[in-house]
């Protein structure tokens, strides 16, 4: 039997392990701050900073991830972070999405919604994991050089994930991943998620079937489309991965890479639907 004092502190606990979109705003709202954040920049090395002084506050361990990437631009220097939290299992479940901001010099492109709120997202997914009991390890990881520097093609864009799926693949880590669920542009106001066909179908069931429980189905749509996205290096080696994507952002999609995506069309509320139900996800694929 727990005494009280000891009862009260776990459910302090496990109150604070909550997802909440107000602290993801907070933080995407910080990183929007520094201004573009494009591999090499002074601000992608603020925001790299940040984070990793945020993810040693909670005791996270911290890898920094670095490599040369051969764009059409050159070779660029770039950073994929990672955060560990330790479970008993021996596996893990993997949630990732890019930091990086597309280059599109003299245009006035914050980011906000594509690169910041999956950054941001996973600076508060990393809050909510660190507070509670772990049967898989938890590895959040910030992809750099997601956005391609002229269009997608197998050598331009991606960089980052292409990177980490290759090394855990040759160093057998990938063996022990159960899931992967990668996160980008969920911070839209108007949040509705493609059910995306590059996707593990029985991760997408599982994600599906969880916001409905929850009664957050409606934000996750009956929409399929295909989107080559950070997971995908993953699924092409075996990994089950899913990506959860709004890819109608603004009218027609409007917002996407354009001067318009900023702050003001970013919601707490949007996030908090996405964490609550990846938390509800965790807690499945721990029980199975």
Known sequence: MYGTQTLLALLALAAGAEFSGE???RHTAELVRLGPRTPGSAAHARAVEYMRSWLRKLGAEVEEDSFEAATPHGPVRMRNLIARFRGSSGKAV???????????PASGFVGANDGGASAGFLLEMARAVSLRMRVHDVWLVWFDG?????????????YGSRHLARRWHQD??????????????????????LREEYSDPRLVDLIWKTAARLGLGRHFLNRRGAVLDDH???VELGVPAVN????????NNSYWHTPADTLDKV?????AVVGRVLLGVLAELERR
């Open 23 to 25: 602290r993801a705003f």
């Open 94 to 104: 993997v949630f990732s999405g890019h930091y990086d901001t597309k280059v599109m």
């Open 146 to 158: 997601e956005e391609a520097y002229v269009d997608y093609t197998p050598t331009d864009g991606l």
């Open 172 to 193: 057998g880590t990938l063996q022990r991943i159960v899931a992967l669920i990668n996160v980008d542009m969920i911070g839209d106001r108007d949040l509705g998620i």
């Open 232 to 234: 995908y290096p993953f």
């Open 244 to 251: 959860l994507i709004d890819f109608d952002y603004g009218p």
């Open 267 to 271: 919601s707490p509320e949007s996030f």
